[in-house]
């Protein structure tokens, strides 16, 4: 049974809509993740959270924005999708070295 | 700055064979690695982990060997499997500068052939 959970699974969208990508996790751990991972394999994080209203941007620049309000919940939104936006992104969370992955979004920007 | 890497974008494998996935790193602050198995339109799958202060840990069929001289681990898979084919990322845990973090290399598909 997965402790984190991402919605939607996949997302078709037009371009300028804005989009919000849902992470829940019920482990209350206190760290969390958002990678984002394109057709060529590499993870790259884009934000990550140490906590309740803690957020940075992580290595990868992203037109993205996070915030954590809740431990449990880590929601990323674009504000106007691109085509370029399309990938997936996965949500993380740990409470040390440890990364538990959610099944992730694939989001498609037309 | 690459702290993680995995030279080998794929690999294939018959079945009943040894898998071997290779990977290194270049920052000696690194306190566990880790073995994280995906497969196409999922979330990443932890596999296996070992401590910097080991050499060895195994797990079933996977086994995961650290030289820290060498900044090498390998993964192990005997017998490789069909539903083993996936993409494996090889990760690293610790204080990159910035923060601790895992911090992945840029994975290996594995493919393992009937």
């Known amino acids: 049974e997965a402790d984190i959970y991402q919605t939607p699974r996949y997302l078709v969208i037009g371009t300028g809509k804005k989009i919000t990508l849902e992470c829940s996790q019920t482990?209350?751990?206190?760290?969390m993740y958002w990678y984002q991972q394109d057709p060529g394999m590499e993870l790259h994080l884009i934000h990550y959270?140490?906590?309740?209203?803690?957020?940075e941007k992580g290595d990868l620049s992203s037109e993205s924005t996070v915030s954590r309000i809740r431990t449990e919940h880590f929601p990323l939104t674009l504000e106007s999708a691109r085509p370029s936006h399309t990938s997936q992104y996965l949500c993380?969370?740990?409470?040390?070295?440890?990364?538990?992955f959610g099944s992730g979004t694939r989001l498609t920007v037309v | 700055d690459q702290q993680v890497k995995q030279n080998s974008p794929s690999l294939s494998v018959q079945e009943g064979r040894i898998s071997i996935l290779n990977c290194d790193y270049t920052?000696?602050?690194?306190?566990?690695f880790l073995w994280y198995k995906k497969y196409p339109a999922e979330g990443p799958t932890f596999l296996i982990s070992?401590?910097?202060?080991?050499d060895k840990n195994e797990d079933g069929r996977f086994t995961v060997f650290l030289n820290k001289s060498a900044k090498h681990l390998s993964l192990h898979i005997v017998p490789s499997q069909p539903g083993d084919s996936a993409v494996y990322f090889c990760?690293?845990?610790?204080?990159?500068?910035?923060?601790?973090?895992?911090?992945f290399g840029t994975g290996t598909r594995l493919q393992v052939t009937l």
């Open positions: 993380a969370s740990s409470e040390n070295y440890g990364y538990t």
């Open positions: 482990m209350g751990h206190d760290k």
């Open positions: 959270s140490y906590g309740v209203n803690s957020t």
């Open positions: 920052n000696s602050m690194f306190d566990y």
């Open positions: 070992i401590s910097s202060i080991k």
């Open positions: 990760a690293a845990w610790g204080d990159t500068g910035t923060a601790s973090k895992l911090t």
